[in-house]
């Protein structure tokens, strides 16, 4: 009988361990490959983290969901920093003046964003203080990015990892330093490495508007 449970008990350790072992994990949990990690987290000696390449803090401002953890994380690659957190809904969120360096190949996070009257994105367009079609090529940057408006008007190149790429125009700023009011729609500061896209530059991409965000690389054009 002794012998009986013991084999119950082994394999119910065994099925747990392996569950765990599948399991995507947060900030700070046991990772092998890229796909292990959550969100934007990436694998860096055997740990989910930030990816120092993007710049994020999820880790280090203890976000990554439920099992994730504190610790800091990585430096980003241009030493990009919040200066510091603004407090929405009861909840601490980073804000940021500068953005991962722009290279040839820029990482980022697509997200979606309705750039119409009444829309998810608040006041108008803060390059032609209008609002647009969800159906036109358009984007908005984060802050850093933004850089001021330097890039209002002007074309950037966007890539999915299915392959595909779509050039679209830059006509707002996605805020990463301000939120949580009437002109940001209440919503909360952006994170430093956002692209936020129209409907329009998601189908160009073939990507899922439901899945929310997307990572992509992009370019100046």
């Not at 994990?25 to 390449?53: A, E, F, H, V, Y």
Request: aromatic letters at 6%; proline letters at 5%; one cysteine or more.
């Amino acid at each position: 009988m002794a012998k009986l449970t013991w084999l119950f008990v082994s394999l119910f350790i065994f099925i747990l361990v392996t569950n765990l072992c599948e399991a995507i994990s947060s900030c700070n949990g046991p990772c092998k490959t890229l796909n292990d990690c959550s969100g934007q987290l990436i694998c860096i000696n055997g740990k989910c983290n930030d990816d120092p390449d993007v710049g994020t803090h999820v880790c280090s401002n203890g976000g990554g969901g439920s099992g994730g953890g504190g610790g800091s994380s990585p430096p980003s690659s241009n030493g990009c920093r919040p200066f510091g957190n603004l407090i929405c809904k009861g909840k601490s969120h980073p804000q940021y003046k500068c953005s991962p360096q722009v290279t040839s190949s820029t990482r980022a996070i697509l997200t979606n964003n309705n750039f119409s009257e009444g829309g998810d994105g608040g006041d108008p367009s803060e390059c032609d203080d209008q609002f647009h079609d969800n159906s036109e090529l358009i984007v908005a940057l984060s802050t850093g990015w933004y850089n001021g408006g330097s890039r209002c008007g002007k074309k950037i190149k966007i890539t999915a990892r299915n392959g595909k790429s779509v050039l679209a125009k830059v006509v707002d700023e996605c805020d990463s330093i301000n939120g949580c009011d009437k002109a940001h729609a209440q919503q909360p500061p952006c994170r430093n490495n956002i692209v936020d896209g129209s409907d329009g530059v998601w189908n160009a991409l073939g990507l899922d508007i439901d899945v929310g965000e997307e990572p992509i690389t992009w370019s100046d054009a």
